[in-house]
Structure formats: C-alpha cells, structure tokens
C-alpha cells in the first residue's frame, strides 16, 4: 500500500517558485498582514546570506574538508518545563555534548524556576543559568564566552541578535503556526500576534535547522529559507522491549464497577495511546472513535499515557465509547520506558506533526504501530514496513489497520521487528554522527 500523495500548488502571496503543498490546512500561511516583510524574494535578504553559509560550512563538514579543532562553549535555550517530544530533544541534546566534552550552558528565562533544566531530567549541563525576564543572556553569562546559541522556540530568536556576538541556530521543531493550525487567527492568548512574530522572525538572519523533511519542506515553500535537517532521538537502551508495567495507574475511565486494575485478562487486546489530551491537533477524538469501532470485534485493554486528565471537550465521546481507558497522569520520566511495553499496538491519531517522538519511543519499545500519515512521521515510518498509516481523520482506515495489527500475528510480528530496527537508526549517537 503506497504512502498519501500530495498535489503541487502555487500561491501569489508568497516568492514565485514551484512547492509542493505539504500544509495541513490551506495552501499558504500567508494572510495580510502576516508579519512578512512586503514584497519579499528569495536571494535578496540577509537570511538567505546566513542560510547559504550554513549549509556551505555544513556541506564541508560533512565532506571532511571543515574539521572541529577544539570544544565549544555553546548555550540551550530552554523555553519551557513542559515534558514534550521537542523539550526531551534538547535536553538529550545537553546530555550528548557535555558527554563529548563541549561546554554546555543551559539557559532558561523565568521569574519562578531555580534552575534552567526542568525538574523531570536528572541531566545535568555544565553551567545551569536562570535569565529572569528582565535580564538578557549577557546579564547572567558572559556573551563573549559564548560560541554559538541554540534555540528551541522562535519567540526567543530576535532578543538573542542583540547583545550576544555568537551566531544563533533556530531548531525547528514545529508548532501550530507553522502548521497553519486554524488556533493562530484567534485574538485570545495572543496567538494572532504570535503568528505574526513566527513571520518575522523567519525572515531573520540566525541560521535554521529543521526536525523532519516536512518541517523543512514548509520553512522552503513558505519563507524561502534553506535549513539543515537536525532530526529527533530515541534512547535505545532506555526504550526497548520488555513485559506490560505493572505501575498502579492514575485512574481508570468508563470502566464497568467490577473491572481491576490488572494486567488485560486472556483475549483481550492492549492498546497504548500516548499524548496530552488538551491538544486538538493529537486527534484524540479520531482514536476514541478508532478504539470503540474495533473494541466490538475485539475487545481491548486501553492504557493512556497523558499530560493532563482528557478534558471535558473529550468525556461525551469516552462515555459513549464504552470503552476501559486506563491512565497513568504526568507519571515520572524514570517510568515512562517501562509503560510503553507489551503492548499489543500503539495508536498515534495526531492530525499533524513535526516529528512525532511517542511514536519513535513506540518502535523502540517493539510496539507495532498505527499512525496517521502526518507529514513529520514520513522521516522514519514506512506504510507496510515498520508501522500501518492512514490519512489523519481517517476514521475507518485507522479501524482497518488497528484490527489487522491484532488479529493478524505475522503482520504484528514483522512490524515489531522492523519498528526496533528504525528505532536504532535514531539513537542520538546515531543523529551526531550523520
């Protein structure tokens, strides 16, 4: 079965060359008044200068003609203390450098945290530096010491051109405004203005790096800009096969009164859904409808991994399910690896994504995959190979491939294998010596 195709479009709003259309919502993320500069063409900004210089000095190193002669001193700015996919990245990205011996600063900006890695990592930098929101870089590191900064988050891109001589490397790792998600035109939280600040900042001259082919493929087609492809990671030795966890759960939802808290009885299927239930773009009303089609021909043992309790917007849909949804809430990182083990499929339901890290911890875990094909698992997952794919909001062909996958022990088995096997291809020894 082939991959989802996707059409070529133009749009007049944006530089005059062929794209391929690769945006969930809508053909541009272009409006009036986006926040890109009038008028804008490829070649003519000091970005593309940036971006030209980068991928030359890129190119060498990869060719062995640009050879590293000492360590570097290099500075993370940490955007938040959420456990995402994006913030595990970089916090694994502090851990490999030290480890090589570069000096890395961890930075995060905050009136209320002590430290600038999060509280749910043991990893520790070589200089953990809290810039308070009134202080810029300079005021708690000294700039000059500084080689180069990584940012995860393009809010913070345009303070760092100030003050701080050390060029600026922008690690894509996709958000709704990249993704044209319809939330960006709202007025509330101010997301129209940050949909506006993401135009203007990708029109600066900080060098970009992208997580997946499809966040590389948008920052091309929309903004002109050349970026480098810095993908995602999974610890292997801490993600792999093993038995179900017998973890207590956090709570169980929709469960009959005389249903346990156990390990799923003889010929029940369990299926692991992981993702904070708040999002809308995580789909979780596409796997609801998925799990309660299937739970009538097979019945099933549902474990979510989550966030946050599933909000209200979601309890209609779960009561009317039917289905035994067990959760483990905001468990500790130190657990996680063991409740993605034993299961018999992993569902992923999101409507897009930059990458999709439950999935890749999944594969590394021997999980056979379900997933929909939105856009950044096209990096590492293969329709028929190492997961089963459908359209996202495919409701009918997620059913097809979710009961295929636990009815059927040879495609289970093969997928298992393949999906370990993707899994070591992205180990963060593997990403750091591509």
């Not at 938040?80 to 502090?94: D, P, Q, S």
């Not at 309890?315 to 018999?344: F, K, M, W």
Request: glycine share 6%; proline share 6%; aromatic share 6%.
């Amino acid at each position: 079965m082939d991959m989802l195709k996707v059409e070529s479009t133009r749009s007049t709003h944006r530089s005059l060359y062929e794209r391929q259309h690769v945006l969930p919502y809508g053909d541009t993320l272009h409006l009036a008044e986006c926040g890109c500069p009038d008028n804008w063409s490829k070649k003519t900004r000091a970005a593309d200068l940036v971006d030209m210089l980068f991928q030359q000095a890129f190119n060498r190193y990869q060719q062995g003609t640009l050879l590293p002669c000492r360590h570097l001193t290099i500075a993370y700015m940490l955007p938040h203390h959420n456990v995402t996919g994006g913030m595990k990245c970089l916090v694994e990205h502090v851990k490999l450098l030290t480890c090589r011996g570069h000096t890395v600063i961890a930075v995060h900006r905050s009136d209320t945290a002590n430290t600038a890695m999060p509280p749910w990592t043991d990893i520790k930098p070589s200089v953990d530096v809290v810039c308070r929101l009134h202080q810029r870089l300079g005021d708690v590191y000294p700039a000059s010491k500084i080689d180069v900064v990584v940012v995860g988050i393009f809010h913070q891109v345009a303070e760092l051109l100030v003050g701080v001589a050390a060029p600026v490397l922008y690690w894509e790792q996709g958000h709704e405004w990249l993704f044209g998600d319809p939330v960006r035109s709202q007025v509330q939280h101010n997301y129209r203005k940050q949909d506006q600040l993401f135009h203007m900042v990708m029109h600066l001259p900080v060098a970009v790096a992208a997580v997946s082919e499809a966040v590389q493929s948008i920052l091309t087609q929309e903004f002109g800009r050349t970026s480098t492809i810095i993908p995602n990671s999974v610890d292997c030795d801490r993600f792999r096969p093993g038995p179900l966890s017998s973890h207590p759960y956090t709570a169980i939802l929709t469960a009959p009164a005389n249903e346990g808290c156990g390990h799923p009885k003889a010929g029940v299927r369990s299926v692991l859904l992981v993702g904070n239930p708040s999002l809308h773009l995580k789909g979780f009303d596409v796997a609801i409808s998925v799990l309660a089609a299937v739970n009538q021909v097979v019945p099933l043992h549902i474990t979510w991994v989550c966030q946050t309790q599933p909000t209200a917007a979601l309890v209609p849909a779960l009561l009317a399910s039917g289905l035994r949804i067990h959760l483990h809430v905001n468990p500790p990182q130190d657990i996680l690896p063991e409740l993605y083990c034993g299961h018999d499929a992993f569902l992923f339901s999101s409507r897009y994504e930059a990458w999709g890290m439950p999935v890749l911890e999944a594969m590394a875990a021997g999980l056979p995959v379900v997933a929909t094909a939105c856009l950044g698992l096209d990096t590492f997952a293969r329709h028929g190979m190492n997961a089963l794919l459908a359209a996202p909001q495919d409701v009918m062909g997620m059913v097809r491939n979710l009961y295929l996958v636990l009815t059927n022990e040879q495609v289970r088995c093969q997928l298992q294998m393949n999906a370990r096997q993707t899994a070591e291809q992205f180990t963060p020894v593997a990403i750091a010596e591509r």
